[in-house]
């Protein structure tokens, strides 16, 4: 299995709504990601965790907040959101071990759009 | 820090025409390097990657070769077909789960 699993694939909220984007990795990988990708734009890193902890934070503002609860899951759950936070949001994972080349396996991504 | 640079595009070939999109980098240490390509309303996915000085990565007839002394790692096919139109991003990381991604080049094949 090398699949990254996102759900749900679209996702369409107002500004007052609170939702959560999910990604699911059965590879042993230790290391996920979020990235934020607008139209015609490359991938923007949000957060990073490792061994389920969170090691990097791209200075995300708070509307966006991240969760790990096993190894396998990430979440990301999103409160207030601006109309302009409206973009792909793709997950990713990678072995996260000593010695690895980084390589990063992505999902489909969920398509946000926030009116 | 750690930055990847290619030309951005876009790029109209004909079909079976020759392609290279040019990618260079800037990194401490020694990185890994990735070329990732993106079809419409996909994620990423991973096309070749190299991971020492002199590697050549390679997939689906597309080529790059790792070169330190010019820090490059251009992607080249020797004949494009329409289901080669895409995104295709240059990208590096130094296993430190932080990975660069160039802007992108958006491939046009035309029949």
């Known amino acids: 299995d090398t699949e990254v699993t996102q759900t749900p694939k679209h996702l369409v909220m107002g500004m007052t709504n609170k939702k959560s984007l999910k990604c699911e990795q059965h590879?042993?990988?230790?290391?996920m990601y979020w990235y934020k990708q607008k139209a015609k734009k490359p991938p923007e890193l949000m957060f990073v965790?490792?061994?389920?902890?969170?090691?990097i934070n791209e200075s995300v503002p708070s509307r966006f907040s991240p969760e790990c609860p096993n190894s396998s899951l990430l979440n990301l759950h999103l409160h207030a959101l601006q109309p302009e936070d409206s973009a792909l949001y793709l997950c990713?994972?990678?072995?996260?071990?000593?010695?690895?080349?980084?390589?990063?396996?992505f999902g489909e991504g969920s398509r946000l759009t926030v009116l | 820090g750690n930055s990847v640079t290619q030309m951005e595009g876009p790029v109209t070939l004909s079909e079976e025409a020759f392609l290279t999109i040019n990618c260079t980098y800037t990194?401490?240490?020694?990185?890994?390097l990735f070329w990732y390509v993106q079809y419409p309303g996909e994620g990423l996915q991973l096309l070749l990657k190299?991971?020492?000085?002199?590697d050549k990565g390679s997939n689906k007839g597309f080529e790059a070769t790792y070169r330190k002394e010019t820090t490059s790692f251009h992607l080249e096919k020797g004949s494009v077909q329409v289901s080669d139109s895409a995104v295709y991003f240059c990208?590096?990381?130094?296993?430190?789960?932080?990975?660069?991604f160039g802007a992108g080049t958006r491939l046009t094949v035309k029949p």
């Open positions: 990713a994972s990678s072995q996260g071990r000593r010695g690895d080349t980084g390589e990063l396996f």
């Open positions: 590879m042993g990988h230790r290391a």
């Open positions: 965790y490792s061994y389920e902890k969170l090691s």
């Open positions: 990194a401490t240490g020694y990185p890994s």
């Open positions: 190299a991971t020492k000085a002199d």
């Open positions: 990208a590096l990381s130094n296993n430190n789960n932080d990975m660069r």
